[in-house]
T-cell receptor
């Protein structure tokens, strides 16, 4: 079974630009969550999608948004990039909703904002 | 505010010994606690989950305890090996918040041969 895939793996953008990151969950998984990981703040929850609906949202500004498609694939978008948005963005999928489910993480997208 | 603390200093132990990592939390009532392993440049990998009504969980050389009174979880790796060297993260999840996990900062474990 293929794991969670994320594209692109690396990205360099300039302040003020916008970026779209993609995540393909494990086949059959309906829940996709996004996390931001930085050395200073660690892993922080961005949002979770389940059956194309955003179910939970973390404490991030509205510049961060996402969506999920009918095939469970998900994208997240960051508009008006700031230097502080440089981070590893991780996507995780799980079979269903609920914190009792183990999450399978992808390799992440390393975003650098200059 | 909710806070999850893991020892930010690296834990160095000798091969064959038992590694014990700590996860403390405040202002939180988690229903579940999960432990993950993360290697440099890679996403976290799920290891173990323990529910609030469970005291202990084991999987091969791994053991997790969960004390909701002390608000603490301990993660043990017995007979540690150099291949166990990685960063270990604890994550807490409330009962009715989907897959929204709150992660600790992680503890780096170094097992020396």
């Amino acid at each position: 079974k293929a794991g969670v895939t994320q594209t692109p793996r690396y990205l360099i953008k300039t302040r003020g630009q916008q970026v779209t990151l993609s995540c393909s969950p494990i086949s059959g998984h309906r829940s996709v969550s996004w996390y931001q990981q930085t050395p200073g703040q660690g892993l922080q929850f961005l949002f979770e999608y389940f059956s194309e609906t955003q179910r939970n949202k973390g404490n991030f500004p509205g510049r961060f948004s996402g969506r999920q498609f009918s095939n469970s694939r998900s994208e997240m978008n960051v508009s008006t990039l700031e230097l502080g948005d440089s981070a590893l963005y991780l996507c995780a999928s799980s079979l269903a909703g609920g914190a009792w489910n183990e999450q399978y993480f992808g390799p992440g997208t390393r975003l650098t904002v200059t | 505010s909710q806070k999850i603390e893991q020892n930010s200093e690296a834990l160095n132990i000798q091969e064959g010994k038992t590694a014990t990592l700590t996860c403390n939390y405040t202002n939180y009532s988690p229903a579940y606690l999960q432990w993950y392993r993360q290697d440099p440049g890679r996403g976290p990998v799920f290891l173990l989950l323990i529910r609030e009504n469970e005291k202990e969980k084991r999987k091969e050389r791994l053991k997790v305890t969960f004390d909701t009174t002390l608000k603490q979880s301990l993660f043990h790796i017995t007979a540690s090996q150099p291949a166990d060297s990685a960063t270990y993260l604890c994550a807490l999840g409330p009962e009715n918040a989907g897959n929204m996990l709150t992660f600790g900062g992680g503890t780096r474990l170094m097992v020396k041969p």
